[in-house]
């Protein structure tokens, strides 16, 4: 009888929240010379102030020498700024290659708090453009999308 309420308990205390996945849109861009680009997609606390949490970086993770693919990660001048670069990549669960046009998902961790929070995609691409979506989205997660103008298409996030 004394181990019932420490079982229920821990299962409370287990239940995660429901995980929720991102699909993020990297359009075909009609140009001489197309470079994939690197995009970093990371979650901030909505209220200002809180550390990001980085949910994938996108980088030629295979260029090794002289320049590395790490050298350019300061291209996601956003990203870069908010915590990217104190984060040591490769990054296991975080990082990967480059993605080719097309649709693309990432899953978002189960263990994220209730809460109100700013999700970031950042694409940035040699002799490219950069560019930013921020979305406001809510866990327990609800449907939300957004999109790009140029580097970035369409942005959607759909609970599992």
């Known amino acids: 009888m004394g181990y019932k309420p420490l079982l229920i308990l821990g299962g409370i205390a287990a239940?995660?929240?429901a995980a929720a996945t991102l699909n993020v849109t990297i359009p075909p861009i009609d140009t001489a010379e197309y470079h994939?680009?690197?995009v970093a997609i990371w979650l901030e606390p909505a209220a200002a102030g809180g550390a990001i949490r980085t949910l994938s970086v996108w980088y030629e993770v295979s260029k090794k020498g002289n320049e590395p693919g790490t050298k350019w990660?300061?291209?996601l001048r956003a990203w870069w700024r908010k915590g990217g670069k104190s984060l040591k990549m490769p990054a296991d669960g975080v990082s990967g290659a480059t993605r080719a046009p097309g649709t693309h998902s990432v899953t978002?961790?189960?263990d994220l708090k209730p809460g109100k929070y700013v999700l970031n995609v950042e694409a940035a691409r040699e002799t490219g453009?950069?560019?930013v979506v921020r979305m406001p989205i809510e866990v327990?997660?609800?449907?939300?999308?957004?999109?790009?103008s140029?580097?970035?298409?369409?942005i959607t996030?759909?609970?599992?």
Request: hydrophobic share 25%; proline share 15%; charged share 25%.
């Open 15 to 17: 239940t995660p929240v």
């Open 36 to 38: 994939k680009p690197y």
């Open 73 to 75: 990660l300061s291209d």
């Open 108 to 110: 978002l961790p189960a």
């Open 129 to 131: 453009g950069r560019e």
């Open 140 to 148: 327990p997660v609800r449907r939300a999308s957004s999109g790009g």
């Open 150 to 154: 140029l580097e970035l298409g369409d």
């Open 157 to 160: 996030l759909s609970p599992k």
